[in-house]
């Protein structure tokens, strides 16, 4: 019992200065929370992506552009890097054959299209950034045009502040007219195409003219022809091209990556994405698509609280107040065509395209 007493009285003695702490086995260097400026960093633009590797372009536009492949910084391991993005390099940035960069930044996004695999599922799919218009490609036949899957694409272009454009495709099989009323209150801008019996494409032209001088993604269904434009738009691609199934109507993946191509002279840059069979609206909220429709957001708050303005309901103040005239001639329309992309975005079926 004495010597327990005794040891207690030696543990009185003790105080912080008393405790030994181990030496850090990976060095002595204190922590800092100050980042490097990276000054020296090259600027590049991604062009592809492939298997932790990252595809760009140094210095785009100047003499000494060139190719150079980059991993991602551990930094950035939480930072999704796409097709589009500009970012800045270290380490050797020369391009030569076996060498490889780091990309350490992220520059700001002027946009960023995005998409999930779910509705009910929040989780992002980022597919290109920095792209200025979507062009929504769909075929008029062969396989049947679904108009779902253009809502969808709407509703995500306007939601990240990107321009729309309509490419259609095998218009020689179909009347486009019909098609186009549905958009026409949208004011989307559009474009048709079909194959000539030379191997030709008749309006390739006019979509290439609209194209110039902008950074534009192209999205659409497998087997509408996405790849095939990109070979006419840029000679030498060689993208690969699929066919539909007969029994099914649907193509087949050809794409399995996004890839960016430069236009012809330099002027401009198109990506191709993989096709796709669903479009998740998951990551969009009602409010943000709300706020799109510029003409309609003020008339909203006349709305009873917790209304949804979707077609099923019945308090929507929206009717009357467009009927009156508070939305311009075009109100009617546009309440009809913000309807059907509220509804596609409150309807959590992406496959139903």
Known sequence: MVRRAGNLANFEDFDESSVRTRPNRRGSRPRTKERPSYTNAVTARVVGVDRGRWRTIANEGAENERPVTAMRARALARTPIVPGDLVRLTGDTSGRTDTIARIVEVEDRT????????????????????ADTLVMVTALAHPEPRGGMIDRCLVAAYVAGITPLLCLTKADLADPHGFLKKYAPLGVEHVTTHMNSDGTIAGIEALRERLSGHLSVLVGHSGVGKSTLINALVPGTERATGHVNAVTGRGRHTSSSALALRLPEGNGWVIDTPGVRSFGLGH??????????????????????????ASADEGCALDALVADGHAGSAGPARLASFRRLNDTLRTNDPWAL
């Open 111 to 130: 946009s960023f299209l995005r998409r999930s695999a779910d509705d009910d599922d929040a989780s992002e799919r980022p597919l290109v950034a920095n």
């Open 284 to 309: 969009v909220s009602p409010e943000e698509l709300e706020s799109a429709f510029e003409d309609l957001a003020p008339l909203m708050e006349e709305c009873p609280r917790g209304c949804t303005h």
